[in-house]
């Protein structure tokens, strides 16, 4: 019996590697979210230059890979027993190695938590070819949440790829949605949020949110269908009001503040990715009784 074929017989199995997968991705999602924000104000800053047509300034190479990871206080390049996830941070007591300062909590949470995303993925699909692209998503998004509420930015660079993956997914005939809903889906999730965009803005005169937003909203309704993207509005909405209110009451958050919803166009498609039917089914179900 090969590994695959094992992992295929046993779904245990299968859950605990794909969340230690999930460990090791979340330590790349750390990067991801840390490093494509400065990317995106570095490529503005050289637009800007040629715009006004100024000479082109020399920089560093700065990418996911260049240069290697290192503390912003001392500059200590991570060694590779440093950047062991979860487990590094624990033997260095939350610290680094050379100067002592700490290390955000953030890094262990972020991999622990993309661990636990990659575990229930695993556990609500099993084996097949549909798993890695749910992953895919999974890690996207989460990316996404966080570079958000860090931000207020949603990258094209991540959003485009999976827009078109979901989009390829319905075209394989992997995904549950037909290619001609995954399209509806995508014009439909964009137009909607734009439309209620333009409305607000006319009424008060003010921004309700980003153009980011609309393009998040097309990539779900790629994966989803056009029929879901209710119930993803719907949750967002929900989620991003106790998340509004939590933060309101706490403090950290003050009336009048904007907020990001991205990362609540997240959760609430993270969630419509993996129970939206059975969601969709107990609500219809309740109309039955």
């Keep these: 019996m090969t590994p695959l074929q094992y992992l295929a017989a046993n779904p245990a199995a299968l859950i605990v590697v794909t969340a230690l997968f999930g460990l090791l991705v979340g330590s790349f999602l750390n990067v991801v979210i840390h490093r494509v924000p400065k990317m995106m104000e570095a490529g503005w800053r050289r637009e800007a230059r040629e715009l006004l047509d100024q000479p082109a300034e020399e920089e560093p190479v700065f990418n996911l890979v260049v240069p290697r990871s290192r503390c912003p206080h001392c500059g200590h390049g991570i060694r590779w027993h440093e950047n062991i996830p979860v487990l590094s941070w624990l033997a260095l007591k939350g610290r680094c ?10 890094y262990p949470i972020i991999e622990l938590l993309t661990a636990l ?18 992953l895919y998503a999974s890690f996207t998004l989460l990316a996404l949440a966080v570079i958000d509420l860090d931000t207020t930015l949603l990258p094209d660079d991540l959003i ?3 827009l078109w993956a979901g989009l390829l997914a319905a075209l394989l005939g992997v995904a549950p949605v037909t290619l001609a809903d995954a399209v509806v889906g995508a014009m439909a999730g964009y137009l909607s949020l734009w439309s209620l965009y333009w409305v607000f803005k006319l009424l008060t005169g003010k921004e309700g949110m980003g153009y980011g937003d609309f393009k998040l909203l097309a990539a779900l309704g790629a994966w989803l269908g056009w029929q879901y993207l209710p ?22 958050v003050k009336r009048g503040q904007g907020i990001p919803f991205g990362p ?3 959760i ?22």
């Design 160 to 162: 485009y790829p999976l």
């Design 117 to 134: 995303v990659a575990g229930l993925c695993a556990w609500r699909f099993g084996y097949g070819i549909w798993l890695p692209f749910t």
């Design 268 to 289: 609430a498609g993270w969630i419509a990715l993996l129970w939206g039917e059975q969601i969709v089914n107990g609500y219809l179900g309740l109309f039955a009784l």
């Design 264 to 266: 609540y166009l997240a």
């Design 97 to 106: 190695s050379q100067c002592g300062t700490a290390i955000s909590k953030r």
């Design 231 to 252: 119930l993803v509005i719907l949750l967002s909405s929900v989620v991003g009001l106790v998340f509004a209110l939590t933060m309101m009451a706490t403090g950290a």
